[in-house]
């Protein structure tokens, strides 16, 4: 069994800055990939980040200068931060990670998501 919990959300004013994490537990062997997805409201899931197991990372277009993406492999967490935020950027934040499990199975969970919202 593996979970992952994403936390940091929250109401932020246009211009600020939101820190999210997610953390994944349980019978996790390696961690590959880590990656922040996000859901806008009537809109479709859309990437915003990945990194590597060796720190490689990549942005979608509207993203770059703006998020960083970062993991903590000891702690099997990887964060996102989000600075000059916009209204536009209001949705649900989702991570996804492809992992190895104790028992050699590859698997690709979703958290639950963490809800941000931009607006003064």
């Known amino acids: 069994q593996v979970q992952l919990v994403e936390s940091g959300g929250g109401l932020v004013q246009p211009g600020g800055s939101l820190r999210l994490s997610c953390a994944a537990s349980?019978?996790?062997?390696?961690?590959?990939?880590m990656a922040w997805y996000r859901q806008a409201p009537g809109k479709e899931r859309e990437w915003v980040a990945t990194?590597?197991?060796?720190?490689?990372?990549n942005y979608a277009d509207s993203m770059k200068g703006r998020f960083t993406i970062s993991r903590d492999n000891a702690k099997n967490t990887v964060y996102l931060q989000m600075n000059s935020l916009k209204p536009e950027d209001t949705a649900v934040y989702y991570c996804?990670?492809?992992?190895?499990?104790?028992?050699?199975?590859?698997?690709?969970?979703w958290g639950k998501g963490t809800r941000v919202t931009v607006s003064s």
């Open positions: 996804n990670v492809n992992l190895l499990t104790l028992s050699s199975y590859v698997l690709n969970p």
């Open positions: 349980g019978s996790i062997r390696s961690i590959n990939a």
């Open positions: 990194i590597t197991s060796g720190g490689s990372t």
